[in-house]
């Protein structure tokens, strides 16, 4: 395990699969970096990629200071980059695209390319109410200690699949993942956004949209967005694939893109 400081003082817990040039994993909902997804998602990348592979504050053995802010993510991402040699591409999944592009966002200089897979944003208003209210009924089981609760609210309200949900909770790891339920607040603050399309006029890191055959519609309205906003953004949609990809099939889109 290797550790970062953050610009806000929180310590990074972070591994290193070393092979080829940086690429820094930026995971979303209730993953951490000893989570077996992330760990097999990881050592695949791997195979072309020098892998950064973090706990995102308040998971696993990083750190974390309240109250909670996005800014704070974007900085602990930037501390990786940093560590990374100062300029690094990013794979973001989830609610960590949205964080990948956040950050290149503010840090184009910093950031070599970005692929997003299944950008988490709200996708219009009507949706956006939607999940919010989602976010609502979920901090009342965080702050009643319900932690299983919201987090079975919260993979039923985001339509994931039900033979990864029936995975989840038979891993072993969901005893961990059933300790950092209180970061979905986190994961709800960032995709309770609508696409940021109005900042992406000038945006020049090149970008990579993915999304998976059988995700929900609601990520192919984000991605039609960011296509359209982003100048010569890519865009695949992986056949066979849903919110909870192959790495494999992801690593073939990412070599071809990022290498």
Sequence with gaps: ????????????????????????????????????????????????????????????????????????????????????????????????????????????????????????????????????????NLRKYLEQGKYEEAINRFYLGI???????????????WSTMVALAPTLAYDIRLASDIPPVESLADFKVPTHIIVGENSPQSIYSVADQLKKSITDATFTKLKGQDHMPDPESVLGELTKFLK
């Design 1 to 136: 395990m290797n550790t970062v400081i953050s610009n806000d003082g929180t310590k990074l817990a972070y591994n290193i699969f070393r092979n080829g040039p940086p690429l820094i994993y930026i995971t979303g909902a209730t993953c951490f970096r000893n989570f077996t997804p992330v760990l097999y998602d990881s050592s695949v990348f791997a195979t072309e990629f020098k892998v950064y592979n973090y706990d995102r504050r308040g998971r696993g053995d990083s750190k974390n200071k309240l109250p909670y802010s996005r800014e704070r993510e974007l900085e602990d991402i930037i501390a990786l980059i940093d560590k990374a040699g100062g300029k690094a591409s990013l794979y973001g999944h989830s609610s960590g695209a949205i964080l990948a592009l956040e950050v290149a966002m503010m840090m184009e200089d910093k950031v070599e390319k970005i692929a997003l897979y299944d950008c988490s944003y709200s996708p219009n208003k009507k949706e956006q109410n939607e999940f919010i209210n989602l976010g609502n």
């Design 159 to 173: 339509g994931l699949p039900a033979e990864a949900f029936i995975y989840f909770r038979q891993s072993p790891d």
